[in-house]
């Protein structure tokens, strides 16, 4: 990872988890990583809805220029950007795959501002919904409000992790690289 505040929520999150594949939601308290809720989220997951916001973090409330509570996430998106992310957010949550991709977005006052968002999944829980967490650590400053947000890479953070859950073979294609023509067979 390239910021040092994903780096430090990242190996927060794998203590947590210990031996298992993500943590229980209640297992990650905000006090340890206090300094750092301010860029955090939390997404439900809810692909018809865009994976709505939960919980969001003040400073990424305040980059967006709106508290984005119940908004969808994916929405931040444009273009390619928006199916891609939501591939992404499906991967995260059903694959149990902790995520980390380069992110754009265009600063009001002009200009591009890069992020590093970093995606993180909570365990399975039978009768409750699955979500995810995760940051936006900026590379760059830039003022203003943000929007229109571009996916300029990705990558996921253990390579030996195996995919842990049922998927869509489309879906199959970004985890693995495998190129899947649907309705061919």
């Known amino acids: 990872m390239k ?19 993500a943590p229980d939601r209640s297992s990650l308290a905000p006090e340890p990583v206090r300094h750092l809720l301010g860029d955090i989220f939390v997404l439900g997951y809810d692909p018809v809805c865009g994976y709505p916001f939960r919980i969001a973090g003040t400073r990424l409330c305040a980059r967006l220029g709106r508290d984005v509570k119940g908004e969808s996430f994916s929405a931040l998106f444009t273009g390619a950007a928006h199916r891609e992310i939501e ?34 999944p909570f365990s399975h829980r039978a009768h409750t919904p699955l979500s995810l967490t995760g940051q936006f650590a900026a ?37 693995r690289g495998i190129m899947v023509y649907e309705g061919l067979f």
């Open 87 to 120: 591939d992404l957010l499906g991967i995260v949550a059903e694959e149990t795959m902790p995520t980390v991709a380069g992110v754009t977005a265009a600063a009001s006052e002009g200009g591009l501002v890069h992020f590093e968002l970093l995606l993180l």
């Open 3 to 21: 910021h040092p505040s994903n780096g430090e929520f990242f190996a927060y999150w794998d203590k947590a988890r210990g031996m298992a594949a």
């Open 139 to 175: 590379l760059t400053e830039a003022p203003g409000t943000l929007s229109r947000f571009g996916l300029t890479s990705w990558r996921h953070l253990d390579p030996d992790l195996k995919p842990r859950g049922p998927r869509v073979l489309r879906k199959l294609e970004i985890a």
